[in-house]
């Protein structure tokens, strides 16, 4: 039997077999489908008497359902319907015929939405890109406190597409959004006072949308516990994770959840709902050395699943490509102080197209570029003083680009978040 591709798209295979000797003539070849999207494998088939077939997912049978459509009448065809993050892997359909088997594999592999990565931005930003040196308060900005619109001590943050804002307001013990343009936040997590049920969150430090189940996904600190709330109307979440000392987390462009664990010295990877995480970052005890890490705090991954970790008390920004042992120091790592080659206890870390890395330092009341390769820094945010004022911070901590460009920033002890606007791309 000969099997040749002839026709392909990013959802669709078709293969054209003819009764011959079993002999495979075929191209590999990888399927792309966008998450909730439905992803069809279909063989063409000349020649009679039909094959018997079977498909395996990842080495497993799989039978008809509402997850899988299998025909073998003219064709053969499977359909993956409404895939998951879960559904990539490799399909493989079994074609006997007489005594003789044939396995052909297609490798499917189910992406996020969205083309930026978690904190991201869709613009293309130059390493000159300028931003409005006077930030817009967007959250908060009334004194330290628990109304509505107020903050106390908001540490992480991320920017929906819509431009909502979301806030871990850490000493008021729960999740705050923000709408565009709001006077005040709505509590989306939390806000039953300090403690461990599941309706209560105790001191979070960070949070990110899982768009594969309308969902955000806490560091709930105090409770050594990652929980997952409803993203809209939830009363209470559920563990995740526990017996973990969360600090930062983010989700990747394939689903894959990232939690930085400060007492281990480590960054882990999970699939979502899959308890037992790989290390990605760290995990060598604390020190400096390149595959170490010291407190790791904020994160942010590519698409590439490169980790990009603020490792804060070694007061530098390191990446993680996928698979290495050791990472590749990209800010800061020259002491702690306020030169333009330092970095002071590394926070909030974002990256943007060209590979530019923007760190918010806790000790420093300003926000850093780093070019690629470089060696020092610039200023884009702050970097006036620690103060109130427009274009002053006072321990910037958590960081996110909206979809625009624009750089948001919780200035953790003026109990606001500040936008700055970006004005030259």
């Known amino acids: ?149 107020q903050l106390n001590a908001p540490c992480g943050l991320f920017v929906d597409k819509d431009g909502t804002v979301y806030i871990a307001d850490y000493f008021n013990n729960r999740v705050v959004a923000w709408p565009s343009g709001a006077t005040s936040g709505q509590v989306v997590a939390g806000g039953n006072g300090a403690g461990n049920g599941l309706n209560q969150l105790y001191f979070p430090t960070d949070m990110v949308a899982d768009r594969r189940t309308d969902s955000l996904l806490i560091c709930d600190r105090i409770n050594r516990r990652v929980v997952r709330w409803p993203h809209r109307n939830g009363t209470h979440g559920e563990i995740v994770l526990s017996n973990i000392d969360c600090w930062g987390l983010t989700i990747d462009y394939y689903g894959f959840l990232y939690v930085s664990d400060f007492r281990k010295e480590e960054v882990q990877r999970y699939k979502v709902g899959d308890p037992k995480g790989t290390v990605v970052a760290g995990g060598n005890g604390q020190g400096d050395r390149l595959d170490q890490l010291h407190w790791p705090s904020f994160l942010f991954v590519t698409q590439d699943q490169s980790v990009y970790v603020g490792d804060s008390s070694n007061n530098r920004v390191v990446k993680w490509t996928k698979g290495a042992q050791t990472a590749e120091l990209v800010a800061g790592g020259n002491g702690k102080g306020s030169a ?86």
């Open 1 to 149: 039997m000969n099997i040749k591709p002839v026709r392909k798209s990013s959802l669709s295979y078709y293969y054209n077999l003819s009764m011959a000797p079993l002999a495979l003539k075929q191209t590999s070849s990888d399927v792309d489908v966008l998450h909730t999207k439905n992803a069809q494998i279909t063989f063409e088939i000349d020649g009679l008497p039909r094959p018997n077939i079977t498909w395996l997912f990842n080495g497993n049978p799989i039978q008809p359902s509402a997850k899988y459509q299998m025909e073998a009448r003219y064709q053969i065809i499977l359909n993956v319907n409404k895939t998951d993050f879960v559904d990539s892997g490799t399909y493989t359909a079994v074609i006997e015929y007489g005594i003789e088997k044939l396995k052909v594999p297609v490798k499917m592999t189910v992406k996020g939405t969205s083309m930026s990565p978690m904190r991201g931005t869709e613009a293309s930003l130059s390493p000159q890109a300028q931003w409005s040196p006077t930030g817009i308060t967007v959250a908060g900005g009334h004194g330290q406190g628990g109304a509505l619109n």
């Open 340 to 425: 333009m080659n330092q970095v002071n206890n590394a926070c909030g870390v974002v990256v943007d197209r060209m590979s530019t890395v923007y760190v918010a330092e806790f000790e420093n009341p300003r926000v850093m570029r780093w070019p690629q390769e470089s060696s020092v820094g610039d200023v884009v945010a702050g970097g006036n003083g620690e103060g109130y004022g427009a274009n002053q911070l006072s321990h910037s901590y958590g960081l996110s680009f909206d979809r625009n460009g624009d750089l948001y920033v919780t200035d953790h002890t003026n109990f606001r978040v500040q936008k700055f606007e970006l004005i030259s791309s």
